[in-house]
């Protein structure tokens, strides 16, 4: 394999593979960023088409909104989302909140705009790559999301990091510094945020075609 000497040389190496040619533009697939949200949770231990699933049976309810799930039936909400698996927890979870989002925030808009990390790790069910999941995806800000595949992936090109912190900071750095050249390679003027998803979606992509290599 190539060498990679940081998060830049790993976003270069991604690049060559062509991986996210039919995606959309921010990879996370979704109708909108209420959604990714609820997707960020319901995918928690457990496989993306199951989520798809969870998310088809709530637009059919017509309950895919803010203020719908702070008030949705949880017998119903339960059976909706059961694809999803801890179908108990995940929807007690995510009513209560939607719940906060409205008294804290008001609307989802602000809460996009406005929530910060601390606040999201304080949410029963959201840690670290949940809240940066949400972070970078539903709400556009600059985090960097890291997850098992990134830590596989890495360990690939020799490196080992003691905790989710570190290999974030790993990634966020070596993409930062080179935030320039990242530019005059793509032509046009691209956010921090897309770069981030971009290049967070291309790993998950290359390991789910190579889990072995």
């Not at 119903?76 to 979870?93: E, H, W, Y």
Request: aromatic share 14%; charged share 25%; proline share 2%.
């Amino acid at each position: 394999m190539n060498r990679v000497d940081n998060a830049y040389d790993l976003w270069l190496f991604l690049k060559e593979q062509n991986l996210l040619e039919n995606a959309p533009e921010f990879w996370w697939p979704s109708s909108s960023d209420f959604e990714v949200l609820i997707g960020a949770i319901l995918t928690q231990n457990t496989k993306w088409v199951n989520v798809e699933q969870s998310i088809k049976n709530l637009k059919k309810l017509d309950v895919l909104s803010l203020e719908k799930l702070a008030t949705v039936d949880l017998d119903t909400f339960i059976v909706a989302i059961t694809p999803s698996g801890f179908k108990n927890q995940k929807s007690v979870r995510i009513k209560k909140l939607c719940q906060n989002i409205l008294q804290e925030f008001e609307t989802f808009e602000n809460f996009s705009k406005c929530v910060t990390r601390e606040w999201l790790l304080e949410q029963k069910g959201i840690g670290p790559e949940t809240a940066d999941a949400v972070l970078c995806y539903a709400c556009h800000q600059d985090y960097f999301v890291v997850d098992s595949y990134t830590n596989r992936l890495l360990k690939r090109f020799g490196y080992s990091f003691e905790s989710y912190e570190d290999l974030q900071a790993w990634c966020e750095y070596g993409i930062n510094e080179n935030f320039d050249k990242i530019i005059k390679i793509y032509k046009k003027d691209v956010s921090l945020n897309f770069v981030y998803c971009r290049l967070h979606g291309k790993i998950v992509e290359y390991m789910k075609s190579n889990p072995k290599d």
